[in-house]
């Protein structure tokens, strides 16, 4: 990707602020252009009502099904609803499910896949089968299985996506930090005479975790996609939420009439779920100094 | 060997003026500065210097191999009568290979590990010249014959994974005669390999020479330099800084550089004396560390009894990785430990740090069976036996700098967990040759020396009583080495360390080592008081180790054994 070419004051070029830049201006548009979606995204799940005109329940029976108008300008579904408002609205479930889900998954693994590299014999390898049989079932499958089970609600939603990705992070986790553990610099710091805990809790654990957070960002995209599809398949998010899988789910109805419907919000899940993984990748990569 | 019959043959080379920098994206660096070369036919010309010399740049510069952001110049940059500085992408080509072979650095990397090593050889065989399918592969064979591979019908299928060392770098050496080409640059050819294998690659290099080949030679090695080269470039920060026939360059050495050079090399020769001329250590006060000075240098402070260990081999069977080992170290003593590769040297290093359990035997420490004791007694030991490995770079917690690294291991001596003063932290860097401006920099930031000097300065933080040094200079520049070497030296005086020093080198031994262990395959074949042990080796193995070590004598001058 070619380097975004910008210029700073000579002043400017030196010190700290000066590197600080050098090194942002290395950055690639696309990386800009992913982290500037998320910003938007951010905002609009804390402050919807600042990026739209209309409320998003608020209902135009003179303009219903209407395509791309300058008025309304991603269209309007079958009682008149602004989809640009809607989707801006919808973002803050989208979102906020999408990072609990990650938060859910994480918290899962982070013990099992710790336990799965460090405990005596008999639990590691317990808990690693457990890990496979697991990652035997698709996210989406053991997904469907827990939200079946807890009932139909936001919250669970999320939990059920965490649940359901949980597993591959786990495996993650153990494989990262038996790499940690067969280190180096870990033996070491045995041979040097630290004690157990404070070789776990000064090394292994620091560096275990170290490339979990780039990984945790591409995972809040997936998450997003997920629950979406949850939501689509009317398991998840019920309308009148705009949570995006259900405005997916609403627009499948009018697929030939209004197909801005279904190709608007699942233009946003993408996009969304496309930025974090665009950014997060880069950050992942320059984290192992690539 | 003479080499007078070829010195008045055809020039191949000429180069003058020869500068390469490269375009990076902190500016441009300039690593070659006005480089001069002239090949004769059946010349043999050694480059040497220590890494970073720009000796690799400069000889890939010849055969356009510099790299793709490289700026190669020269006034003369000439192969025969082939003006190298116009030649475009195919005559550089077809100069690689048909005119001038070139073998990499790394034997263990240049081979594609998924190729048998027949199509590694037979590549430029088909680049080059159209020859039939058994026509290459009767090439292939004679090929692998000359650089004296064994049974190379069977060898030419076997993948470089199956190779030993050796073999990989001799069939690294086929490729690049596939062709006969009248030049061969080999980069460092032996560096990593062990004093035997060592000993037969140069033979193959020998012959070639013998057979009329004119060889570049770049290497670090001295000894190796003096055995098989004619004249010698010395490279120091992309300059010749000397240059002659090998008798003026290491006999009567002009330069101050190549004077350090040439005393950087350990031998017997060179026991008792310094090998870096930096300035003589200021020695302090030889300090205590809790126990009273004991003199009864009659118990060892550590002993191994009869120790074992296997392991399970990848092919399920048990295979013994030191077997029945015994021997004692005793107060202020360096025991060496020598062997090549695979001999057991750094399991049994493991064995002794208990960070292995053994089969059988014991590690006694002040006879104490340690490694078995409960935990407590054991950090207690480990405080008392540090460490020093060949990596220093993978020993250090990525995420940390100096500073914190030796504090950690600070805060471990100083019980209930005080921290550690500055002060403390300065006097170890001072010990070990660093300052106060390498606290908050992090390893990979410093160089090799550095870092092996951060590594013994968080071995000595713990205030050992015994240090083991696991191939710890294998890794460095002989100029680096023997400052590490130095450093040693003056830390077991001022620290009254007995040091277990474990290495392939027997130079590094002999100069360094009091006692010296001699391994084979586990096994604990030759014991004995360094000076006999390498003048008069009683076991075979021993024999054959000192034979085959490329003798540099340089306590007079240069000088080359039969």
């Keep these: ?290 | 060997m003479t080499h007078e019959r070829h010195s008045a043959g055809e020039t191949l080379f000429q180069v003058k003026n020869l500068n390469v920098g490269f375009r990076t994206p902190h500016g441009y660096k300039r690593v070659v500065r006005d480089f001069e070369l002239t090949l004769r036919r059946g010349e043999t010309l050694a480059i040497v210097g220590e890494s970073g010399s720009g000796k690799t740049v400069a000889t890939r510069a010849l055969i356009g191999l510099a790299g793709d952001n490289a700026v190669v110049a020269a006034d003369v940059l000439r192969y025969k009568d082939t003006d190298l500085r116009q030649a475009g992408r195919q005559t550089l080509k077809k100069l690689r290979g048909a005119q001038v072979g070139y073998v990499l650095q790394d034997a263990l990397v240049s081979l594609d590990p998924l190729q048998p090593i027949r199509n590694e050889i037979a590549e430029p065989l088909d680049a080059h010249a159209r020859l039939s399918k058994a026509e290459i592969r009767e090439r292939t064979i004679q090929l692998l014959t000359e650089v004296g591979v064994p049974q190379p019908e069977i060898r030419k299928d076997q993948y470089p994974g199956e190779l030993s060392g050796g073999l990989r770098q001799r069939a690294l050496i086929a490729t690049a005669l596939a062709l006969h080409p009248p030049v061969i640059i080999a980069d460092e050819p032996t560096t990593a390999l062990d004093v035997v294998v060592q000993a037969q690659v140069l033979g193959v290099l020998a012959q070639l020479i013998a057979r009329g080949t004119s060889l570049i030679l770049i290497s670090h090695d001295l000894a190796v330099v003096a055995r098989l080269a004619d004249r010698i470039l010395v490279m120091k920060s992309g300059i010749i800084v000397e240059s002659g026939t090998r008798d003026e360059v290491l006999g009567n050495p002009q330069h101050a550089y190549t004077k350090a050079l040439i005393q950087a090399v350990p031998s017997g020769d060179t026991r008792g004396r310094r090998l870096s001329p930096a300035a003589p250590a200021r020695i302090g006060r030889p300090r205590r560390h809790g126990e009273a000075a004991e003199n009864d240098s009659a118990t060892p402070i550590l002993e191994a009894k009869h120790l074992s260990k296997s392991f399970h081999g990848p092919d399920g069977r048990l295979r013994e990785a030191v077997a029945d080992v015994s021997f004692e170290l005793f107060k202020g003593e360096v025991l060496g430990i020598v062997g090549a590769s695979g001999s057991g040297k750094s399991t049994l290093a493991r064995l002794l740090l208990a960070l292995t359990d053994y089969d059988a035997g014991a590690v006694l420490y002040r006879g104490l069976e340690w490694p078995r004791a409960d935990d407590r007694t054991k950090r207690r030991v480990r405080g008392k036996i540090s460490v020093v490995y060949q990596d220093p770079y993978s020993s250090f917690d990525p995420r940390w700098n100096v500073g914190r690294i030796l504090e950690d291991a600070l805060r471990l001596h100083a019980e209930d967990g005080h921290a550690p003063q500055r002060a403390d932290l300065l006097e170890l860097l001072e010990a070990v040759g660093l300052n106060e401006s390498h606290l908050r920099a992090r390893p990979r930031h410093l160089s090799g020396g550095q870092r092996q000097r951060v590594a013994i300065a968080r071995a000595l933080a713990v205030h050992p009583e015994i240090l083991i040094l696991d191939e710890a200079v294998s890794a460095l520049d002989v100029s680096i080495q023997a400052q590490i070497l130095d450093l040693l030296e003056d830390l077991k005086a001022r620290y009254s360390l007995s040091i277990l020093f474990i290495s392939h080198d027997l130079g590094v031994i002999h100069h360094i080592a009091d006692r010296v262990l001699v391994m084979k395959d586990g096994a604990v074949v030759e014991e004995g008081d360094a000076d006999a042990v390498f003048h008069a080796p009683r076991h075979r193995y021993t024999q054959e180790l000192v034979a085959a070590l490329p003798h540099f004598d340089n306590s007079r001058g240069a000088g080359r054994h039969p």
């Design chain 1, 1 to 290: 990707m070619p380097a975004l070419k910008l210029s700073l004051p000579a002043g400017l070029a030196q010190g700290r602020l000066g590197q600080t830049w050098a090194s942002l201006s290395r950055v690639p548009p696309l990386v800009w252009l992913s982290a500037l979606l998320i910003a938007f995204t951010l905002w609009a799940s804390i402050a919807p009502a600042t990026l739209v005109a209309y409320d998003p329940l608020e209902t135009d029976l003179a303009n219903v099904l209407m395509p791309f108008t300058t008025e309304h300008w991603l269209g309007t579904d079958e009682i008149g609803r602004d989809l640009y408002s809607r989707l801006v609205h919808g973002a803050r479930e989208s979102f906020l499910i999408g990072l609990l889900a990650m938060l859910v998954a994480i918290v899962l693994a982070l013990p099992l896949g710790f336990l799965g590299a460090l405990a005596p014999r008999p639990v590691r390898h317990g808990v690693d089968r457990l890990i496979e049989i697991l990652l035997g079932f698709p996210t989406l499958l053991v997904a469907l299985l827990f939200v079946t089970l807890l009932g139909q609600d936001p919250l669970n939603v999320a939990i059920a996506v965490g649940i359901g990705s949980a597993p591959g992070y786990a495996r993650l986790i153990r494989g990262q930090t038996l790499l940690v553990r067969n280190s180096a610099y870990v033996e070491a710091a045995v041979a040097l005479g630290h004690t157990r805990a404070a070789i776990l809790f000064r090394h292994i654990v620091p560096n275990a975790i170290r490339p979990l957070v780039p990984i945790t960002g591409l995972g809040v995209g997936k998450a997003i996609v997920w629950s979406s599809s949850l939501s689509f398949l009317g398991l998840g998010v019920k309308p009148p939420s705009s949570e995006w899988g259900a405005l997916l789910a609403a627009g499948k109805g009018q697929l030939l009439e209004a197909p801005w419907l279904l190709v608007v919000p699942g233009t946003a899940v993408v996009l969304v779920a496309l930025s974090f993984s665009t950014l997060f990748h880069y950050l992942q990569a320059r984290s192992e100094g690539a």
